[in-house]
């Protein structure tokens, strides 16, 4: 499950004297709008990346996530289109923008004969496969529940979960929707007066 990107738009117009310099200065403006565009989208991926690992945020672990997020600018006939999301099939991405509960299901060690997890103060957690090298029969220990004690099974019924919502792409819109607004706004009125903008 990959994530879709975000969009927006914004809509222009103005009377006819606007709209005759718009359609004189098109070329300049659609470069300008590349350009703003192409500014946005490292400014927000950089914010949104900057933010992994705060309060109520996704956390980084292995950094797939963080550095999945992308941009890319299109250039249209009457526009600019700026999508930032996810790139590749990262299956956790969606579900840590928008929460999801799962199903009870069986859990089977992928390279290993058992799984091993630690419990914590709240209960066991899987924490990896166990290597098969490492294990001696007598290191098994069955039903441990203590925090920092360790757990081994072949398969693990697990009964579901919820995942709480933790987004990362929208609030980082959000956060820069005022400077996101004024880099376009820049860029047209430079357009329109057949300015380059950098």
Known sequence: MSLEPLRFSIHLEGDKETQEAMIARAGAIAKNLHRAGQRIGRMVVGDIRSHFGGAGMVGRRSGWLSNAIGFSVKRRRWGTRIEVGVRGDIPYAAIHEFGRKTKPHIIRPKRH??????????GPAPLAEASAGLLRR???????????SESFAPIVHHPGSRVPARPFLGPGLLRNRNIILQTFWDAFQAGLKGEATL
């Open 113 to 122: 004969r058992l799984l091993r997890w630690q419990a914590d103060a709240s």
């Open 138 to 148: 007598r290191n098994i220990q069955r039903g441990a529940r203590q925090a920092g």
